[in-house]
């Protein structure tokens, strides 16, 4: 069986809760799974999926990090 408890914060977990809580799974496992809500803006995750798909369909386009490096830094040094 899954129960589930949601909270805005951690802050509004009152000891007469963990009490509770404590008394009614007395002896019994339980599991405590916290997730963090993170917002992801929509144009950030329309973004990865057209970055996804450029790379899928044309993985040539792809640079060795290593490579791209030297060529940032030549492109700085042209720039000064």
């Given at each position: ?52 798909s ?27």
């Amino acid at each position: 069986m899954d129960t589930t408890f949601r909270f805005s914060s951690a802050q509004e977990i009152s000891e007469e809760f963990i009490e509770k809580l404590k008394n009614f799974y007395k002896g019994k496992p339980i599991y405590i799974t916290i997730t963090e809500d993170s917002l992801i803006p929509e144009w950030q995750k329309e973004e990865v999926l057209k970055r996804q798909s450029q790379v899928k369909n044309h993985p040539e386009s792809l640079m060795d990090f290593d490579k791209m490096i030297i060529s940032l830094e030549k492109e700085l040094e042209n720039e000064s």
